[in-house]
């Protein structure tokens, strides 16, 4: 649940700009938008499978861009 407390002095807009941060970082729309249909768990599956992937190819990205710095 998102709240924003109005301090004295502060505008609607500065307001307006705090609740929709915050709603932005507790990622309710992402779960939302999760949930709204449903998924085949092979789906899901194969999702977090592409998902593993990718991480670890950006890893090994950041390990071999690492090592190839450290040497000069």
């Known amino acids: 649940m998102v709240l924003v407390i109005k301090r004295k002095g502060e505008s ?8 929709t941060r915050s709603f932005i970082d507790e990622e309710i729309v992402d779960t939302l938008r999760k949930k709204m249909f449903y998924k085949k768990p092979s789906l899901k599956r194969k999702e977090e499978e592409k998902e593993r992937m990718k991480n670890r190819s950006l890893k090994r990205r950041k390990v071999v861009f690492k090592k190839v710095y450290k040497r000069v």
């Open 12 to 19: 609607k807009d500065s307001m307006f700009r705090k609740f």
